[in-house]
């Protein structure tokens, strides 16, 4: 199994005063949604960098991010 290396930074506004280990937790779950969505975002992005870097070593010269083909696609029914 291949190992990716995924940095996320979390920035949180914290009290100065009355700041509790519970009152953190709290804040963790309201937030787990958002943040489980965001690492599930990293590590999808990250997979995807991934193949593409594979795609480019496999075949040079085919893969073109956000690319469009020179000529348009012909549609011929029978």
């Known amino acids: ?5 995924i940095k996320i ?6 009290p100065e005063t009355g700041l509790t ?3 953190i937790l709290r804040a963790f779950e309201q937030d787990k949604n958002i ?4 690492i599930i975002k990293a590590v999808l992005h990250a997979l995807e960098e991934k193949a593409i870097e594979e795609q480019k070593i496999r075949e040079p010269g085919r893969y073109l ?7 348009g696609r ?3 029914t029978s």
């Open 35 to 38: 943040l489980m969505r965001s």
């Open 74 to 76: 012909m549609f011929r």
């Open 65 to 71: 991010r956000y690319g469009r083909r020179q000529i």
């Open 1 to 5: 199994m291949d190992e990716l290396e």
């Open 21 to 23: 280990l519970n009152g």
């Open 9 to 14: 930074i979390l920035s949180y506004k914290v």
